[in-house]
T-cell receptor
Framework: NAGVTQTPKFQVLKTGQSMTLQCAQD?????MYWYRQDPGMGLRLIYY???????DKGEVPNGYNVSRLNKREFSLRLESAAPSQTSVYFC?????????????FGSGTQLSVL | DAKTTQPPSMDCAEGRAANLPCNHS???????VYWYRQIHSQGPQYIIH???NNETNEMASLIITEDRKSSTLILPHATLRDTAVYYC????????????FGIGTKLQVIP
């Protein structure tokens, strides 16, 4: 099992460019999440998908869009990148099985917007 | 989901037990306590979780007070590889959309 796979690992964009961050999980989880992490701060939820076909805004959704393509894949799109979106982005997945619900993270995408 | 409070940083000597506290005084009866850690800039990693009883796995032990208002993560023999940020969160297994990851506790294991 690969777990949660994110691509790319690094990306540099110019202001105004667009890009899509890809995320896939092979654990058959229902829920998937996109977080951003800025220096000295905790993880902040951008968007989440509680199940295939549904998406909802998190704490900091402005400037982003998401697509839950199927149960495995959940992508994050920046339509017009801004320097304020320079951050490390993490995708995660979870599923309620038995007692508790563990969250599994990808290795992250380091994005710089110039 | 209940808010949690952790000290921003702690030191521990290599080989000694690291005891990381967490306060969750507003936790509700169906909320689990979870611990994750983040080594450098990697994705956070699940460590352990519990509801009422103390728990132990190959990574750590979790001690939850009887009133469930606080807990302690114990790394029995800390190594340099345990240097990381440790996050304590409370969640009721309805997903993580309402969970707030604070800044956690930065644990520095000292040789």
């Amino acid at each position: 099992n690969a777990g949660v796979t994110q691509t790319p690992k690094f990306q540099v964009l110019k202001t105004g460019q667009s890009m899509t961050l890809q995320c896939a999980q092979d654990m058959n989880h229902n829920s998937m999440y996109w977080y951003r992490q800025d220096p000295g701060m905790g993880l902040r939820l951008i968007y989440y998908s509680a199940s295939e076909g549904t998406t909802d805004k998190g704490e900091v959704p402005n400037g982003y869009n998401v697509s839950r393509l199927n149960k495995r894949e959940f992508s994050l799109r920046l339509e017009s990148a801004a320097p304020s979106q320079t951050s490390v982005y993490f995708c995660a997945s979870s599923d309620h099985r038995g007692q508790g619900e563990k969250l599994f993270f990808g290795s992250g995408t380091q994005l710089s917007v110039l | 989901d209940a808010k949690t409070t952790q000290p921003p940083s702690m030191d521990c000597a290599e080989g000694r037990a690291a005891n990381l506290p967490c306060n969750h005084s507003t936790i509700s009866g169906n909320e689990y306590v979870y611990w994750y850690r983040q080594i450098h800039s990697q994705g956070p990693q699940y460590i352990i979780h519990g509801l009422k009883n103390n728990e132990t796995n190959e990574m750590a032990s979790l001690i939850i007070t009887e009133d469930r208002k606080s807990s302690t993560l114990i790394l029995p023999h800390a190594t340099l590889r345990d240097t990381a940020v440790y996050y304590c969160i409370a969640s009721n297994s309805g997903g993580y959309q309402k969970v707030t990851f604070g800044i956690g506790t930065k644990l520095q294991v000292i040789p």
